[in-house]
């Protein structure tokens, strides 16, 4: 690289980025996102972090745009900028580290607790880092924090909106007193804010490593350049699709109260370059917590957008800039304080990603049949202890071949619990895990099986199911067949799709999860 007269690259001299620089920058900021997430997974006490990984980190410049985040949870990483810019609100000083989970000041749900750090570099606020992660009890009516039959958000768990839990690098006790005085596994919190800390710090740590080594002149430059090359590479991406609209419709089967169905609807165009929704028709907000804040919306609406990108292209909020979204006011995706929305985090974002999956196949796109479209989640609490986890299933098939079984589908992408770890750590026995044959829809290919996950309680306690597509198969495309829906069992008896029931020692639940739709007429 050819040098000036005062040493200074000719990269530094104009800011501009040729791509292999570009991409180093890319994978070097992407790095520091990554890393953050594996401190976390070491460092966790709980499963449902430790191994299941339910949990999200990213990276944020100066003036708090994302930049990188790690190949971790859609519907986490979506919502985060919104976080952070909950937090700049507050006016935080070089070195502060604030939590939140308050989902209409910056979170998604209750439980997905959020640490935010300013990046402190000479005194100065270098930019910020965030750790989401999905803690298995914050309080509220229900072990677990995940309660159906909510009605409001203070019945599912302590609210936390943007507050210091440092000031300046100095943990504020009495903060962490309070929230853990709010939960019924205080340790297990304790040591997973821990390693969400600790995550944050290196994540910090790996910003201002970055910083001594490139400058940070060059780096905003970098960071500024990456942003636009995503945008352009989406631009381009939706501009070979060309000018098409497509509509579609769905419903989610009930909102814990009633089976009746609550519909979403989306009109969908492709215009300039630009994905354009409006969600009307969708169902105002309802009694039961399936709600959902606009930023999860936000989330599943850029997961979709993303997996219309090649798989080269940067992961950051560049790809926003490619989209507009409109919806109904306070509605059942753009939720209003007080709803309750611990379910519309895990299900009606699912449902939103099918919706407009649909909506781009009635525009002509190419796109996958449904996968199970659901969370399955399940949690079980007792005295002293909470366990929370979700289930994989069938994915749809598509044109390129047949759908994986036994896999998390759109916006989850965790891994399950090990048998192992589970039954270590809880009063739990798995009587049985296995790939759920035949559940996904049959065509040229077809598509991907569920699993079937046999829990046998040891003790009384309480489950809660939260779940969808039983009543609803997911959908084949192109003459494939559609999958199997799920089924939930207590002791071999049918239990609704969402409820919360007590259990007796020796009690089993048998989660069934669905296949996904097959591609294609079978031949």
């Known amino acids: ?140 009516m229900s072990p677990g924090s995940m309660p159906q039959g909510a009605t409001e958000l203070v019945q599912e768990g302590i609210i936390l909106p943007p507050v210091r839990l440092e000031r300046r690098g100095v943990p504020d006790e009495s903060m962490m007193e309070l929230i853990l005085a709010n939960v019924r596994t205080p340790e297990e919190r ?167 999956f649909a909506a781009l196949a009635d525009a002509g796109v190419a796109v996958p049949a449904q996968g199970q479209g659901t969370m399955n989640n399940i949690t079980f609490g007792g005295d002293g202890w909470t366990f929370y986890e979700t289930l994989g299933g069938g994915q749809g098939a598509s044109a390129r071949g047949p759908g994986p079984s036994a896999v998390h589908v759109g916006m989850s992408n965790t891994r399950n619990t090990p048998i192992e770890s589970l039954e270590r750590s809880y009063p739990i026995l798995i009587d049985g895990y296995a790939i759920r044959r035949g559940s996904g829809g049959a065509g040229e290919f077809d598509g991907g099986d569920g699993v079937v996950r046999k829990y046998r309680v040891m003790e009384r306690c309480t489950v809660t199911l939260l779940t969808e597509r039983r009543a609803r198969a997911p959908r084949g495309a192109m003459g494939g067949g559609d999958g199997t829906p799920g089924r939930n069992l207590l002791n071999g008896e049918p239990l609704p799709a969402k409820c919360r029931v007590e259990l007796e020692a020796g009690d089993v639940v048998t989660i069934e999860t669905p296949g996904g739709g097959g591609y294609g007429r079978a031949r």
């Not at 990269?11 to 980025?17: Q, S």
């Not at 798989?311 to 919806?327: F, K, L, M, Y």
């Open 1 to 140: 690289m050819k040098r000036t007269s005062d040493g200074r690259s000719k990269m530094e001299e104009t800011a501009e980025f040729d791509p292999l620089d570009l991409a180093v920058m890319s994978h070097a900021v992407a790095m520091i996102a990554e890393e953050m997430g594996t401190v976390l997974e070491r460092g966790a006490l709980s499963p449902n972090i430790r191994e299941r990984r339910d949990a999200s980190s990213a990276l944020f410049d100066v003036n708090g745009t994302m930049v990188a985040q790690a190949a971790h949870i859609p519907v986490h990483l979506g919502a985060m900028p919104e976080s952070v810019r909950a937090v700049r609100a507050r006016k935080p000083e070089p070195g502060d580290v604030f939590i939140l989970n308050d989902p209409f000041h910056g979170g998604s749900h209750l439980p997905d607790l959020t640490l935010v750090e300013a990046i402190d570099i000479g005194g100065e606020i270098a930019g910020y880092t965030a750790i989401r992660a999905h803690h298995a009890d914050v309080g509220g």
């Open 190 to 356: 304790r040591g997973d804010l821990a390693a969400q800390r600790g995550a944050c710090a290196a994540g910090a740590a790996g910003w201002r490593a970055l910083v001594a080594r490139e400058g940070a002149p060059r780096l905003t430059a970098a960071c500024n350049a990456l942003l636009s090359y995503t945008e352009r590479r989406a631009v381009a991406r939706l501009s070979a699709i060309g000018d098409v609209m497509g509509r579609a419709e769905d419903w989610l089967e009930g909102d814990g109260f009633s089976t009746d169905p609550v519909p979403l609807a989306v009109k969908l165009e492709i215009r300039d370059g630009r994905l354009h929704l409006d969600f009307k028709g969708t169902s105002p907000k309802v009694r039961g917590n399936v709600n959902t804040p606009m930023a999860v919306t936000r989330a599943a609406s850029l997961f979709v957008l993303r997996t219309l990108l090649d798989d080269d292209v940067p992961t950051n909020e560049g790809i926003a800039r490619a989209i507009s979204i409109v919806t109904p006011d306070d509605c059942l995706i753009n939720a209003k304080w007080p709803s309750a929305v611990a379910a519309g985090n895990v299900e009606t974002s699912q449902r939103v990603t099918d919706l407009l």
